[in-house]
């Protein structure tokens, strides 16, 4: 039977067999794309927690790095308790592995910090022994995350990264530069809440606090509210760990 090609049915019989079949390319694609992107999300992830400790690496030669400095991979609850670890190459399959727990997926859940797991990574680098810690939160326009860096007394920060997805360029978005990021360095966890703070931009600073970004008070606080919100959960950790020698 010939079809009329000028029919309505055509068109549409036509149109349907595209969707479907261009619906069923991208899928293939995707799903052969996926290994690819988990393997360029984990080489981020990597470079970001050695970053937090001022190692430098870069994308197909992090993970040996990674595993030279990060001794441990440590997943806690709530309450501070260690719930699993694990040392070594990373296993992206394995979902008992902490460094798989994705933070800013659990945060996006709202779901009660009682219902989650935490990842600690536990570094030595040049005999010094540092704890890198994930932190996720809201800037103005979207989420912001990073990873902080304590040294062995668990307290005083070593160094921290911090990144966003759709933060103002030249205000918001300047919570990735250096200038934003190197004063965290020395600064201290308060035992006590608030645990840090990013103060407006100009006001005065304590050994708890660092100053924020003229023009990005909203993303600065947004920092500053991520790192005393994650530390809380932390310090539980911290205080009942052994100290460990510098």
């Known amino acids: 039977m010939a079809f009329n090609k000028n029919s309505n049915g055509y068109t549409f019989l036509f149109a349907i067999l595209m969707v479907v079949l261009v619906g069923a390319i991208l899928a293939f694609t995707s799903l052969s794309l996926k290994p690819l992107q988990k393997a360029n999300a984990a080489e981020k992830k990597m470079m970001n927690i ?46 008992a592995d902490p460094f798989n727990i994705d933070v800013q997926k659990d945060f996006r859940s709202k779901a009660p910090a009682s219902e989650l797991n935490f990842p600690l990574f536990s570094c030595k680098k040049e005999g010094q022994d540092l704890f890198v810690v994930p932190v996720v939160g809201k800037g103005l326009w979207g989420p912001i995350w990073g990873y902080v860096a304590l040294e062995s007394d668990m307290e005083t920060i070593y160094g921290a990264v911090f990144n966003h997805k759709t933060e103002t360029p030249g205000l918001g978005a300047e919570i990735k530069e250096g200038f934003f990021q190197a004063p965290f360095k020395g600064k201290k966890i308060s035992k006590v809440a ?28 947004g920092v500053g509210e991520m790192v005393d919100r994650t530390m809380a959960i932390y310090l539980k950790y911290f205080q009942s760990a052994p100290k460990a020698q510098k």
């Open 194 to 221: 608030p645990h840090f703070a990013v103060v407006k931009g100009g006001a005065p600073t304590t050994e708890y606090s660092v100053d924020g970004i003229t023009g990005g008070t909203i993303t600065s606080k």
């Open 50 to 95: 050695l970053g937090a400790i001022g190692v430098p690496s870069e994308r197909g030669a992090v993970e040996a790095k990674f595993i030279d400095f990060v001794k441990e991979r440590v997943s806690i609850d709530s309450e501070g308790r260690k719930v699993s670890s694990m040392s070594g190459a990373v296993n992206a399959a394995d979902a």
